[in-house]
């Protein structure tokens, strides 16, 4: 299944860049452009990890090469909104709603069945495609894990700090994030 992830939202909307100037200990305003660019990243990295969308009213575009079972695993998923496919002429159709249901499994994903569908295009690698709502309001892990790895960036500006021990993104920020993790274990 390939997913059309959503655009990532402003790292300001998650973390204000007050409180990463707070959790910095920066109390001039000539970094500012700099480490609103760090939480930004540090958003992008923090909704890959866990993939999740970190704002309510996202939606994704997932697709797929047949009408079957499948987890949408990356969102949360809070809605279908819709479902097209490829007809075996290629033209695009929308599939009706009482030709699929889904279900909501309590690790953030929807499983979405299909019944009775019509035939799909032969040579399109991904001719159905399900737009689905997607997000939500970041706990307070998610918050304190985007200040952290914005930290840990601002403080270690180069890919390679020589004259030292070596460190990868600090532990602690996926700790926090493990328990946030949306993983398909279905596929």
Avoid: C
């Amino acid at each position: 299944m390939h997913v059309n992830k959503p655009a990532h939202l402003s790292g300001t909307s998650i973390v204000t860049l007050a409180d990463a100037k707070e959790f910095l200990r920066v109390d001039h305003s000539d970094e500012d452009t700099t480490i609103g660019a760090l939480l930004d990243a540090a958003v992008a990295w923090v909704e890959d990890y866990t993939n999740r969308h970190l704002r309510a009213g996202g939606s994704a575009t997932f697709s797929l090469s047949a009408f079957r079972t499948a987890a949408l695993a990356y969102g949360p998923v809070t809605a279908i909104t819709a479902v097209q496919y490829d007809d075996t002429s290629g033209a695009q159709q929308p599939l009706n709603a009482s030709k699929y249901y889904y279900e909501k499994p309590h690790d953030g994903s929807i499983l979405i069945h299909f019944h009775d569908t019509p035939d799909v295009e032969d040579y399109n690698a991904q001719p159905v495609r399900i737009v689905a709502a997607v997000g939500a309001a970041p706990s307070a892990n998610v918050k304190h894990a985007v200040k952290m790895l914005a930290a840990h960036w601002y403080e270690n500006r180069r890919a390679v700090v020589t004259g030292t021990i070596t460190a990868e993104v600090p532990i602690a920020v996926e700790a926090l994030l493990n328990v946030e993790r949306i993983i398909d274990s279905r596929q």
